[in-house]
């Protein structure tokens, strides 16, 4: 996997994923979010995820496209986005991001 020591260490959940749905890489918050189901680097998301899950993580690798949507887990709000990366112009994966989220978060128009 390429070097993604940039994101080693951000506040956010972090996990990379190839075209067939393995887990490449994961950074420091994603390894502790997801601690109970240990050492998942190799492992298929396909495992840990329901039928409708997993076709629409296809659909995203499939298409290049992206998915966000809130949740709230044992009180902490997060937003989660999955988007594809690429390598040479194709998609090679995707990538999600779990951000917490505040209780109350401005939203402004611009």
Same mark, same amino acid.
Do not use: R
């Given at each position: 996997m390429e070097n993604?020591?940039?994101?080693?260490?951000?506040?956010c959940a972090?996990? @990379?994923?190839? /075209?067939?749905?393995?887990?490449?890489?994961q950074n420091k918050k994603a390894i502790e979010t997801f601690e109970s189901y240990g050492? @998942?680097?190799? /492992?298929s998301l396909k495992d840990c995820h329901t039928d409708k899950t997993w076709a629409l993580i296809n659909r995203m690798i499939d298409s290049g496209?992206?998915?966000s949507y809130t949740i709230e887990k044992n009180g902490i709000k997060k937003l989660i986005h999955q988007t594809p990366w690429y390598k040479e112009g194709a998609v090679a994966g995707l990538v999600e991001f779990s951000i917490?989220?505040?209780v109350e978060i401005p939203h402004f128009k611009r």
């Open positions: 993604f020591e940039w994101a080693n260490e951000l506040s972090v996990t @990379v994923c190839d /075209k067939e749905g393995v887990i490449l890489w050492d @998942v680097i190799g /492992k496209s992206s998915n917490e989220l505040p």
